[in-house]
Every structure is written in C-alpha cells, then in structure tokens.
C-alpha cells in the first residue's frame, strides 16, 4: 500500500484507526450476543436494528478513511524490519481494508436475500433498500444462508486478524522498541 517518508500519522488517520476499531469490535460483539436471544422479540429486533445501523457506520467511515489514505500515504515502516515481516504488515493491512468492506457488504446482502424482507432503517431514522441478489445465488433462503455463514466467516477472520496485528504492534513496542505502536497514538506535530 500507498506510504510517504513522513515519520509519524496525523490526528486524522489515528481517529480512523481508534474509533473505527473499537466500532467493529462493538458490532462483532453485538452480532454475537444478539445472535443468542431468542427471536421474534421487540429487544432482539432493536439490536438487529442497532448491529445494521453500526455495521453501516463502518461502512461510510471506510469509505472516508480509504480516501483519507490514498490523499495522505502512511509513513514508511522501520528501516530495520526484515523484509518477510514488511510484507507480511502491508498483506494484513490490505485485508483488514479489504474485510472492513466486505463485513458489512456481507451483511447487506444477507438481510437483502431473507424472505422476511426485513426493512433496515438506521438509528430508526435512515431507511435502507435492500440490494439486489445475484441469482446464482440460489433461492431467497439459499442466499440468506450462505451469505451468513460468509458474514460470520469473515467477522471472525477480521478478529483473528486483528489479535495478530495488535500482537505485532506490541511486539515492536516491547521487544523491538521501535515508534511504531507510538506514531499511531500521538500524532506528527504540525500537519493532521
Ligand atoms: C463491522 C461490521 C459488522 C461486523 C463486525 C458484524 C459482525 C457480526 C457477527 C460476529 C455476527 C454473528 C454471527 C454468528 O454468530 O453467526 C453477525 C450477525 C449478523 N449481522 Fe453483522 N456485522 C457487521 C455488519 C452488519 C451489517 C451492515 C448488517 C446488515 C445490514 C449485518 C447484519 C447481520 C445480521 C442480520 C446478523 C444475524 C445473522 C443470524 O441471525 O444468524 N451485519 N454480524
């Protein structure tokens, strides 16, 4: 991926990572628990609601933040690190991009195949239209079943994926003590 000579990220970028973080950690335990309760209850409808409404507030922050990205490289990573373990970052970088997408696409296409026909309005507020499905997909209850099992494929790839990350950024951080846990918490001076 896209990165500058710059030493550190900007405000804005560290915003994106933190906040978008602890979202998706959010709706991955919602999507749990609510997943649990029993059906057909107005409490476990309003969480759906609520897991749908977070689940497409990923998807409008990812959209800005790939833009925010490809405007603004992230800065390089240490000189120092072999080159498996580079490549190794900028391959679980992509694909976390890469699940930030498609957790939620996954999703949407799920509530659009259900022969419920279930509305999604955010926050009770923004009414959402379903996708169209493709028909290879199969029938309204094929399609519903298999993209559940991709959503909660992929959801728990992005938390595996995740521990190793932030094992990773730790391991730098104690091991290595290099700045590369820091820079994504104190932003560069001057420039967001
Ligand atoms: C960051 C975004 C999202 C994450 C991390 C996420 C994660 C999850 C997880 C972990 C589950 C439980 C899976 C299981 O145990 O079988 C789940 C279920 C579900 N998700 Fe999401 N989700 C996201 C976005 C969305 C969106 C945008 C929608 C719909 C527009 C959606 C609709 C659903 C539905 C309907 C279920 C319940 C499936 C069932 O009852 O079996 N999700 N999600």
């Given amino acids: 991926m896209l990165r500058n000579s710059k030493s550190g990220y900007g405000l804005i ?25 029993p059906q057909f209850e107005e409490r ?3 969480l759906y609601q609520l897991h749908k409404s977070f689940g497409f507030t990923v998807l409008a922050l990812v959209v ?32 976390l991009y890469v699940l930030m997408f498609a957790i939620p696409l996954s999703g949407w296409l799920m509530v659009s195949a259900s022969p419920w026909g279930i509305p999604t309005v955010l926050f009770d507020a923004i009414p959402v239209p379903h996708l169209p ?43 290595a003590r290099d700045d590369t846990l820091r820079r994504m918490i104190s932003p560069r001076p001057s420039r967001a």
Avoid: C, D, Q
Avoid at 13 to 33: D, R
Avoid at 68 to 88: D, I, Q, S, T, Y
């Fill in 133 to 175: 499905v493709p028909g290879l997909l199969g029938t309204k209850e094929a399609a519903e079943g298999l993209m559940k099992n991709v959503h909660a494929l992929l959801a728990w790839g992005m938390i595996i994926l995740a521990a190793f990350h932030a094992a990773a950024a730790i391991k730098h951080h104690l091991i």
């Fill in 44 to 46: 476990t409808f309003a």
């Fill in 13 to 37: 970028a560290i915003l994106f990572h933190w906040s978008m973080a602890l979202l998706m950690f959010g709706v991955f335990g919602l999507g749990l628990y609510m997943h649990e309760l």
């Fill in 64 to 95: 800005l933040r790939l833009m925010w990205r490809l405007a603004n490289p992230a800065p390089r990573l240490p000189g120092a690190m072999p080159m498996w373990e580079k490549a190794a970052a900028h391959g679980a970088h992509l694909a």
